[in-house]
């Protein structure tokens, strides 16, 4: 209800007292509070960073987490020790060695922390049942290709995506704490992405792979 329809009819010509209680309406009202609040910190899809540390809070996960960080680099033998196959690249392969990752503890941007919140909720209120799995990925995924699950038997589990995964994603995905899965399941995570002849770093050579297509 706007507040001009409370205003009495003997009163409704009265320009000094509609001013007032215009003005005063002005200085009480919460429309853009109310408007800037579920943006910024109430929906999940949209809030900053404040609101984003206000929902993990809640539902109890850290901007914190582990991720496998490769070392791989060009170098000389210093470079044996941080590289993950034990022997340094050739050029053109890696860039050049920096030292050995002191941390593979990481704190998340607020893409990557948003994409946390949604596993560590649905984790909470999940059956962790294959069916509502799938359910979840393809929300969390909507729009990037097809994800699921599957029971491989022996108390294992495998997520499958047709796109490529962010490294953070893949680390959320293997999160026993955070992913909806069934208590003392282990969760193979596996990318199918189609081989592709370009000049990106990760594209196969002649022969071997079919023009880049976007998407």
Known sequence: MKWEETI?????????????????NQAVSIDELTETFIRDVWDI????????DVWGKIVGVSRYIRVDI????FGFSEADSGDI??????????????????TETVRLADDAYRTLIMCKAFSNISL?????????????????GAAFSADYGDMVMGVTCTFFLEPYEKSILE????????????????????TYFGFSQDAYPFNDGTFFRDN
Request: cysteine-free.
């Open 8 to 24: 009495l009819t003997q009163y409704s010509a009265s320009q000094k007292l509609l001013s007032i209680i215009s003005t005063f």
């Open 70 to 73: 490769e070392n791989n680099s």
């Open 175 to 194: 999160n026993y704490d955070v992913l909806p899965i069934p208590s003392g399941v282990m969760v193979e995570v596996r990318e199918i992405l189609p």
């Open 45 to 52: 899809s949209t809030n900053l960073t404040y609101g984003l």
């Open 85 to 102: 196959n034990n022997y340094p690249s050739p050029f053109n392969d890696e860039p050049f060695y920096a030292g050995i990752q002191e």
């Open 128 to 144: 962790a049942t294959i069916p509502e799995i799938n359910k979840f990925l393809s929300i969390l995924f909507h729009g990037r």
